[in-house]
């Protein structure tokens, strides 16, 4: 069985400081594991992917997340915030080749303080 | 290359009415994903069609229901809708075989049911 938890429904932060999204995963398979954004009104957009290669993964617009085997971890940071993150971000696990069986977390929204 | 496209924008229909909603994948696509994703929630998985047959189905009725055609673009179309069949709605396209299942999403539509 598979299951994914965001610990966080909403984030908020100061411009210009460090951004961590939370998120736990459960899997019966080896996973692949996606941070997807969700600016209002629009899709969804990739951020980054982990597919079993480096556990460290760099995605789009200065984003990273680290796959934690031993924590069933998957946080998502940015070192530096910017306005322009402000959206809502989703976790999403799902067996390695298998789109089936994929499953979002609740998402977290990400507040930006000028 | 074009993304992918989903009609109509917005919808809104009555109880007891039927609806179709329409995907038209990214080149070069041959898998389409539709989710459902009420308001303040994650997008939850309905179905997958690859080849114009269903591939994997999560936790809607028979109701809901789609078809993929040659030329992979999809339909979702939901009978008997209640009101809480109001969400947006997501198209995403994907490449079966692909080593993972990056999953390239629709704007969306947004379907009220009163």
């Known amino acids: 069985a598979q299951s994914v938890t965001q610990l966080d429904s909403h984030v908020s932060v100061s411009e210009g400081t460090p951004v961590l999204l939370r998120c736990n995963y459960s899997?019966?398979?080896?996973?692949?594991l996606f941070w997807y954004v969700q600016h209002p009104n629009k899709g969804l957009q990739l951020l980054l992917k982990?597919?079993?290669?480096?556990?460290l993964v760099k995605g789009i617009n200065g984003f990273e997340a680290e796959f934690k085997k031993s924590e069933t971890s998957f946080h998502l940071t940015k070192p530096s915030a910017h306005m322009s993150d402000a959206a809502e971000y989703f976790c999403?696990?799902?067996?390695?080749?298998?789109?089936?069986?994929?499953?979002f977390g609740s998402g977290t929204r990400l507040s930006i303080r000028p | 290359e074009t993304g992918v496209t989903q009609s109509p924008t917005h919808l809104i229909k009555t109880r007891g009415q039927q609806v179709t909603l329409r995907c038209s994948s990214q080149?070069?696509?041959?898998?389409v994903s539709w989710y459902q994703q009420a308001l303040g929630q994650g997008p939850q998985f309905i179905f997958q069609?690859?080849?114009?047959?269903?591939?994997g189905r999560g936790n809607f009725p028979p109701r809901f229901s789609g078809l993929q055609f040659p030329n992979y673009s999809s339909e979702l179309n939901v009978n008997a809708l209640e009101l809480d069949d109001s969400a947006l709605y997501l198209c995403?396209?994907?490449?079966?075989?692909?080593?993972?299942?990056?999953?390239?999403f629709g704007p969306g539509t947004r379907l009220t049911v009163l």
């Open positions: 995403a396209s994907s490449s079966k075989g692909q080593e993972y299942n990056e999953q390239f």
């Open positions: 899997s019966s398979y080896s996973p692949s």
């Open positions: 982990y597919t079993s290669a480096a556990t």
């Open positions: 999403v696990v799902t067996p390695y080749s298998s789109a089936s069986k994929i499953i």
């Open positions: 080149s070069g696509h041959n898998t």
């Open positions: 069609y690859y080849r114009e047959e269903e591939n």
